[in-house]
């Protein structure tokens, strides 16, 4: 299964109980197909970069989801976005083969891990020399002459 994310931005003037009723015919679209949703998170009201059809701001919805049949889902969705007066701008990322990607510099980074010998225990620091008993050595040789 192949996992997606959309980003949407939905019009500031539209009100929040009103969102529900612009994902729900998404969320059936992709239940329909086979596909599962993995997460709805609405970001709530931001403010645009640049104007985009005249708005300053917009509220932002990230869903993210898997689908068997990729294609004609995604196809599909976008196109419902697209004739949607209500949905300001979208972006669709297909996220799963980035996942694989970290999977697999994991796995490479465990391996070499696993290749390197462990490193041996640090050696205890060496005791300081402590000198014999008795009078300095510079203090013998003076009295010996």
């Known amino acids: 299964m192949r996992v997606y994310e959309i980003l949407f931005i939905i019009r500031p003037d539209v009100p929040e109980e009103e969102l529900d009723g612009i994902i729900e015919p998404l969320r059936a679209v992709i239940t329909e197909s ?4 993995d997460k709805i998170d609405k970001w709530g009201s931001r403010r645009l970069a640049y104007r985009v059809k005249k708005y300053r701001e917009g509220f932002y919805v990230l869903l993210q989801f898997s689908t068997g049949a990729a294609a004609e889902t995604v196809k599909e969705l976008e196109r419902r976005l697209r004739v949607s007066d209500t949905v300001i701008k979208f972006l669709t990322v ?11 510099l994991k796995k ?8 390197k010998p462990p490193a041996p225990p640090p050696a205890a620091p060496p005791a300081p020399e402590t000198p014999a008993p008795g009078p300095p050595p ?5 009295a010996r002459e």
């Open 34 to 37: 086979g596909g599962t949703i």
């Open 108 to 115: 490479a980074r465990e391996k070499r891990a696993a290749r």
């Open 94 to 104: 297909r996220i799963d083969e980035e996942l694989r990607r970290l999977e697999k």
């Open 138 to 142: 510079a203090v013998e040789a003076a």
